[in-house]
């Protein structure tokens, strides 16, 4: 029997839109409204963000800088905060493979205040984007001093699967087991081809990730939680319950943070009009979800190629929401063609109203 506290939730909101969903909820539930808050530019020319609170008190953000929506000179870049999320470094390169569009696309900060970054790196073969040669790698990075030096990528190994990008939070479980999730497939890669999300796990500190225990198959970015009573997987994640839509269409990826007031947060990417982000909160562990009370957190979109937020809160109750935004008219050729400098990464300073 796994002490309930130990069990771990899982909310998936899939960019792999196999199916559409017509909402079960009346029309007039979905009012949202805005917020006063202050409004932020972490970094110009930089995508998915993931954002942590370092133990030393300052905010650090991890994006993708030095190429568009794809392209083989991404890298991942860090800035950080020391005033709560007002003020930005200049960016900073902690991982860059050659030949190849890397990025963070998973984070967590443990008890001690190790900082882990979960890092993807993806290459295809020549210099505009293919399929032909294409292959997805996944890596864990750690920092023991606040974001300061990086340890050297630790491999995931994500097997059965030939490639794997990681996602959302990682987590410690209370007997010391790290898990992270991801998602990933076969070789070779095919862009309507099946895609799994998994967890995977480190027994040992984060010096080695595997373990690959399926979540849920044909979704992809997933975010994990840890619960205080009642889950969808009672095993350390090892086996999960289905999956139950939360969202509407066109409403993700999605972030999920414990409140100070142990309510749920749920924070998505909008791209449906108005573009941008949006929240909603759980009050019983994620069993149902407050859609009469959604807020507005950014509306400035151009389009779709945005969002990707992730939020977290402060010690003095503030919440801080980061995810990116492209303006312009989309390239005909779609989102690779984007110019760089039209993206940039926010944040978004606001307090909880639900409380």
Do not use: C
Request: hydrophobic share 40%; no cysteine.
């Amino acid at each position: 029997m796994v002490p309930l506290r130990d069990k771990v939730m899982k909310r998936a909101i899939t960019v792999l839109l196999a199916w559409t969903f017509t909402p079960a909820w009346p029309q007039e539930a979905l009012l949202v409204r805005e917020l006063a808050s202050e409004r932020v530019v972490v970094a110009r020319s930089a995508y998915f963000p993931r954002l942590v609170a370092a133990r030393d008190g300052s905010l650090l953000a991890a994006f993708k800088t030095g190429a568009p929506h794809i392209g083989k000179g991404g890298r991942a870049s860090i800035a950080r905060s020391r005033d709560g999320g007002r003020s930005w470094s200049g960016p900073r390169v902690i991982f860059d493979l050659p030949d190849a569009d890397d990025g963070i696309d998973a984070s967590g900060v443990l008890s001690d205040g190790t900082i882990l970054f979960g890092a993807v790196s993806y290459t295809w073969e020549g210099e505009r984007y293919s399929t032909k040669g294409w292959k997805a790698s996944a890596y864990v990075l750690a920092s023991k001093d606040d974001g300061a030096t990086w340890s050297p990528p630790v491999p995931v190994d994500a097997a059965p699967f030939a490639w794997a990008y990681p996602f959302g939070s990682i987590l410690k479980l209370e007997d010391g087991i790290l898990v992270m999730a991801g998602y990933g497939g076969d070789l070779p890669y095919k862009a309507d081809g099946p895609q799994t999300a998994f967890v995977v796990r480190s027994r040992d500190g984060g010096r080695s990730w595997g373990n690959a225990a399926v979540i849920a198959r044909d979704f992809n970015e997933t975010s994990l939680i840890l619960l205080r009573g009642g889950a969808l997987s009672t095993d350390r994640g090892m086996h999960w319950d289905a999956p139950v839509t939360v969202t509407r269409e066109r409403e993700h990826p999605g972030d999920l943070l414990r409140l100070q007031s142990g309510a749920i947060l749920l924070t998505f990417g909008q791209r449906n009009k108005p573009f941008g982000v949006q929240a909603m909160i759980s009050l019983d562990e994620g069993k149902s979800w407050d859609r009469r009370r959604r807020v507005v957190l950014a509306w400035d979109g151009d389009h779709g190629d945005l969002g990707y937020p992730v939020t977290v809160q402060r010690s003095d109750g503030r919440l801080a929401t980061i995810y990116y935004v492209v303006y312009g008219e989309r390239d005909p050729e779609g989102i690779k063609g984007i110019a760089p400098g039209n993206a940039f990464t926010k944040l978004v300073l606001w307090d909880d109203p639900w409380k």
